[in-house]
């Protein structure tokens, strides 16, 4: 562990966790994360262009980047919270290390659209990027935490249409609204950052009516054919430790090729911190090489 990461895990223990615990309705904690936007540097020469949807689009490009393939990322916040800005940072990095384009979907949000909105939007920004003459192999699908369940719930769906993104990499995914991982008691104290005690409260916001094994909301019981490589990285001390593994495991079984990133003591999607944590940019990296080595296996 770095020096940076213990001080920045012992001010979220001090400061963030407790003020999540305390957060009184979604769009507080909306307000919250596009206050700390501005602490998300991004890369130098970050271009950035938006196009109109539904749903809007973001495209993110830091260096080189070839035409004719795209990343599509769905940002975190537990789907009541995030946007473009608020990872805008991340997401340049990761084009700069992946030399290769980002498209994030401003997608709605809960509780002002509940499920299935976000899922429909995904289905929706995958049609737009089709609509662009982008084939499916070109494509990589990607999220973290919320933003990395519906990615994978997206993939379902588009391997059941037998249509199959080139790979997908995921940040501590939520896959799993049951909430039936035992990291979520066994992490509770050692997560430096999400107040287990607020998760059942947040669904019931996400999802008042619906079944909460719906794989489009819980990708952890969505049915996977022949899935492409995927990359999953996930803190082994954060309460969304046991989503990881177990949609490793999930995918396995479809004779997929997963690889199961887990990092000692970093907090849920430290990767956001790039430009505060070396562990955030060095997973960022290995993100990076795992997309291009994606690609290139597509050109032989």
Known sequence: MSLRLAAMNAALRAVAKPALARTGTPERARRDFERIAPLLRGPAHLREIRRPGPPPLGWLSAGPVPAGRAILWFHGGAYVAGSLRTHRGMLGRLSRL??????A???R???EAPFPAAFEDACAAW???RAQGLAPGDIVLGGD???GGLALALLSRLLEEGERPRAAVLFSPWVDLTLSGA?????????PLLPVERIEELVDIVAPEADRRDPRLSPL????RAPPPVLIQASRTEILRDDARRMATRLRAA???VHLDLWPDTPHVWQILDGWLPEARAALARAGDFVQTAFAETMR
């Open 183 to 191: 990291s979520l008691r066994e992490n509770a104290r050692a997560d």
């Open 127 to 129: 049609g737009l990027l």
């Open 145 to 147: 935490s919320a933003g």
């Open 221 to 224: 019981f969505a049915p996977f």
């Open 98 to 103: 992946a030399r290769t384009e980002v498209c």
């Open 105 to 107: 979907p401003e997608y």
């Open 255 to 257: 004779d997929g090729r």
């Open 109 to 111: 949000l809960a509780p």
